[in-house]
């Protein structure tokens, strides 16, 4: 049944559905894809990328004095202290396990942040003093996991998020200074979650979202610290309703809505009115974001086709000042990014020539001053390979954006290699900001594109919906159009293209070496999904909610499982395949990464499979990272380059 199955999706090559819409914007012509020349371009070390820090979460010191960062400096996430002004980073913390969201407590005494074990996505929360000393576990709940924490404007109580290890749902409630949790809502519904936004009221009230697993719907609420009444301030089926941020008194909210427009807009609604202030419509995915302290202003970010940039707004008049950041990815780290003086904002970029900073944002003077570099001094944009913003015909006729990094030097002679990317998810983006894969591959010759396929984000819900049941199918479609465009450009060899991925985007690489399988000479997948109905059995409870959400039940819809797995497509694989998994993910449990080399090593296949031990869903330690990315670039280069 499988083989025929496999059969007949492989001679599908008739559209199965109209075009979806997304944003209008202009096709690329592929021969507007070009290699720069640069004399001096020479590969990256791969240490050099391996070694480029990340940054986690940073927060402001009571007295805005000092900031701390959560980083791995030392190749673990540790938390470093450093003055506002500038100085050498100081260490706090020392765990070979990630350390991150932070928050100060009101008195300034002591850093709160979370811990999981070995990557199992069940963190407790502990404590350090500010100035150093012993660490203390508040929560120690091996069966819960505690997060999102959101420090009251006084008194001693934190706003966090809890969620059982039987359960998906996820609640809020608040903790004192004992560590003490007291629950303030009671979610039934396993595909609900819950998380603080803002205190009002002088830390009476918390404003909360209640969000649906899939990003579908979410909603708006106030919960009254004391005695956890709820009251719901903005719901409507089938949308999204999300607040960021909150004027001091409660009245007003900073808002990302898709109501009327199936895409996300920011705006601004008054409670005790209900009346909405927008700013002006934009095609393109927008985000409200925090509020300042005083509650005159909202921030704002737009995803201009995996390209973003952040913007000021005057609650008073909704004009929008631009933040002076260059394009690429641009955020807001936290709900707490805003010095206590309200002079400074926390705010990170990165590009495809630069890796991720993170800057101290002077509102006043609308400028950023860096605050600790975390690359390399290799990693510089003369260096790096340039990035370009894609946009190609899919096969049903939607437009598919993707980013494409080329090389240097190339000659547009169709004999260099490529890789496509396909991003995790499947609800997320390929946005045109730092990759340290991009940038490995591609100061190694190797064109890279990394397609927005559908049921990807950033392009409104109709597309982010698309490939809801179809998991596999026109995604997978939108995908090898990617290699088609590259080859088109005259520079890729279509018989030296490579695929790969990690999580979803590992599961579109197993899917595309099985569906198309003259379509890839290699393959590497890192955590990716073989099979639907063990991945139901045994992950987490919040992902089995969100497995529901693409899927339905291996129950409710078997067919839709059969078509939707890799395994029913494998037989057909011809690519070599390297598989890396870490022994502790509970999104994609390492029997996915087990069951893909047991299946292809019984039929002959060259596969190659690494379970790395205290390793979760994503590889945190140095060690790994450097394993990891020297054995994929290696693969690639034994398969797609050797003569």
Do not use: C
């Not at 993170?358 to 290799?378: C, G, I």
């Amino acid at each position: 049944m499988r083989l025929i199955l496999t059969a007949v999706l492989l001679a599908t090559t008739s559209p199965l559905a109209a075009q979806v819409a997304t944003p209008d914007r202009p096709v690329t012509d592929p021969k507007s894809v070009v290699s720069p020349a640069n004399a001096d371009s020479r590969p990256v070390p791969l240490d050099d990328i391996g070694v480029t820090r990340a940054l986690y979460d940073a927060v402001w010191s009571t007295d805005g004095k000092q900031i701390f960062v959560a980083t791995d400096l030392t190749g673990r996430i540790n938390i470093w202290r450093m003055d506002a002004n500038g100085s050498w980073p100081v260490q706090l913390t020392q765990s070979d396990d990630a350390q991150s969201g932070l928050a100060v407590s009101r008195d300034g005494k002591w850093l709160y942040f979370t811990q999981d074990i070995g990557g199992n996505e069940y963190p407790d929360i502990y404590r350090i003093p500010v100035g150093g000393g012993p660490v203390e576990n508040l929560t120690n709940t091996p069966d819960r996991r505690e997060d999102s924490l959101l420090v009251a404007p006084a008194g001693d109580l934190i706003a966090v998020s809890t969620k059982l290890k039987s359960e998906g749902q996820t609640n809020v409630g608040v903790m004192d200074a004992s560590g003490k949790i007291r629950a303030l809502t009671a979610e039934k519904d396993p595909a609900y979650n819950w998380a603080a936004a803002a205190w009002v009221n002088g830390g009476k009230a918390i404003i909360a979202n209640r969000v649906r697993v899939d990003g579908v719907d979410s909603e708006v609420w106030r919960i009254d610290a004391a005695s956890g009444a709820a009251t719901k301030l903005l719901a409507k089926p089938k949308t999204i309703y999300q607040a960021t941020g909150a004027t001091p008194d409660g009245a007003t909210l900073a808002i990302t809505t898709d109501e009327g427009t199936g895409q996300s807009h920011a705006g601004a609604y008054h409670i005790a009115t209900k009346k909405w202030r927008w700013l002006a419509p934009t095609p393109w995915e927008e985000s409200s974001d925090i509020m300042t302290p005083d509650g005159t202003a909202m921030f704002v970010r737009t995803n201009n086709d995996g390209r973003s940039t952040l913007a000021r707004v005057d609650l008073a008049t909704m004009a929008k000042s631009d933040l002076a950041l260059d394009p690429g990815r641009n955020a807001i780290p936290g709900l707490a990014a805003i010095s206590p003086d309200g002079a400074k904002m926390f705010v990170t970029r990165s590009g495809a020539d630069s890796p991720t900073m993170l800057y101290a944002y002077d509102l006043a003077a609308n400028r950023a001053t860096p605050v600790v570099p975390l690359a390399m001094a290799s990693l510089t944009p003369a260096m790096l390979p340039k990035s370009q913003v894609v946009t190609y015909k899919s096969f049903d006729g939607t437009l598919i954006s993707a980013i494409v990094t080329t090389p240097f030097n190339l000659k547009r002679d169709g004999s260099n290699p490529a890789i496509v990317i396909p991003h995790g998810g499947p609800t997320g983006q390929s946005q045109d900001g730092f990759s340290r894969y991009a940038t490995a591959f591609a100061t190694r010759g190797y064109v890279v594109i990394q397609p927005n396929f559908r049921g990807s984000t950033g392009y409104g819900k109709a597309f982010q919906e698309a490939n809801f049941k179809d998991l596999g199918g026109g995604d997978l479609k939108d995908t090898v159009a990617a290699k088609t465009f590259l080859v088109q450009s005259g520079y890729v060899d279509p018989k030296r293209v490579g695929i790969f991925g990690g999580s979803y985007g590992g599961f579109m690489t197993l899917m595309a070496i099985g569906r198309t399988p003259d379509e890839f000479a290699a393959a590497v997948q890192w955590f990716g999904i073989i099979n639907w109905r063990t991945m139901y059995r045994d992950q987490d409870e919040l992902l089995k909610a969100y497995q529901r959400s693409l899927l339905g039940t291996p129950e409710e819809n078997p067919d839709v499982y059969d078509a939707s797995s890799p395994l029913t497509y494998m037989q057909a694989a011809k690519a070599p395949l390297l598989s890396l998994q870490g022994e502790n993910d509970i999104r994609v449990p390492r029997g996915q990464a087990q069951e893909v080399n047991e299946l292809l090593k019984a039929k002959g296949n060259v596969v190659e499979t690494v379970f790395y031990p205290a390793e979760g869903h994503g590889f945190q330690k140095r060690e790994t990272q450097l394993d990891a990315l020297r054995r994929t670039i290696g693969w690639f280069d034994k398969y797609l380059k050797a003569k």
